[in-house]
């Protein structure tokens, strides 16, 4: 990646989080014309049928997947919610305290609810000798994998601040990383975003020299797919927005807690 991409890729999560806030502003205000969904209603016994057959075909005396969920943490805070530079909330596991030791009400999909609360273990894991990962710091997880030249990072979170905090609970434990090359597996926003949370653009390896200078001089190499600047663009920028709608709708991300829609479907 040479630096002008380094660059795109702060400014396209700075256009990420515009699209953002506009689409939650314009779905707010559209939201105040809907009364009905601010009520909680009560599953239907459509709803209630479905989601009970989940229990027949899944064994949820089996804890083997959260038993995978929680081997190998090395350390995590009590709570977790990061915050911007001017206060504002930028990742919480907090709101997901609905979901812990509480089986999953007759509304919703009780193995969508067991993944949900596996999902929020968060804190820094040990995968293997010399591969660590910190989960639940957004979306996406963040891998550091110890090399001979330092620590490869494999992905690294949406923002900048989820990625500064993902890299300081790692060096809590570590000590401070140098970090030689950054991986970025696709062009998600999600998986490469945070970047500027883990190295500056001081940091970067020179692109014109050959591949061994670089890594002899010190400096970070950042390794993409081909294609990833044209992948990026055409994702985030030309379809964010309207990715970022359907997110919102998809994980009634705007919706007040308490006051989440239950969507029934009433059989023919």
């Keep these: 990646m040479r630096k002008q991409e ?12 515009t699209m953002s806030a506009c689409s939650q502003t314009n779905d707010k205000t559209e939201s105040e014309h ?6 909680i209603k009560e599953a239907t016994e459509h709803t209630n049928n479905v989601n009970s057959e989940i229990y027949k075909l899944l064994d949820f005396s089996d804890k083997q997947k959260q038993d995978f969920a929680q081997k190998g943490l090395i350390t995590a805070p009590e709570s977790l919610e990061i915050k911007s530079e001017n206060g504002n909330l930028v990742w919480s596991q907090n709101i997901y305290e609905f979901v812990q030791d509480k089986d999953a009400p007759d509304s919703a999909n009780p193995s969508l609810w067991r993944n949900t609360q596996l999902n929020s273990l968060y804190g820094l894991f040990e995968v293997m000798d010399g591969v660590y990962q910190v989960r639940g710091y957004d979306v996406a997880n963040i891998t550091f994998v110890r090399g001979s030249q330092g620590w490869i990072i494999f992905d690294c979170t949406t923002s900048v601040e989820t990625a500064k905090a993902a890299l300081e609970l790692f060096e809590s434990k ?8 950054v991986v970025i597996s696709h062009a998600h926003i ?3 975003g945070g970047i500027g949370g883990l ?21 970070t190499l950042i390794i993409v797919l081909e294609g990833f600047e044209t992948a990026a663009m055409e994702e985030n920028a030309f379809a964010g927005n309207a990715m970022k709608r359907r997110s919102n709708f998809q994980y009634g991300s705007l919706l007040e807690r308490e006051k989440q ?3 029934q479907w009433e059989s023919d």
């Design 261 to 263: 829609v239950v969507f």
């Design 199 to 219: 190295i500056s653009e001081e940091d970067l390896a020179d692109p014109s020299l050959s591949l061994e200078e670089q890594i002899a001089s010190g400096k």
């Design 190 to 192: 999600d998986h490469f």
């Design 34 to 39: 809907k009364p009905l969904n601010s009520e």
């Design 174 to 181: 570590f000590g401070e990383a140098h970090i030689s090359a």
């Design 6 to 17: 380094f660059k795109m890729a702060l400014l396209l999560t700075r256009f990420a989080m």
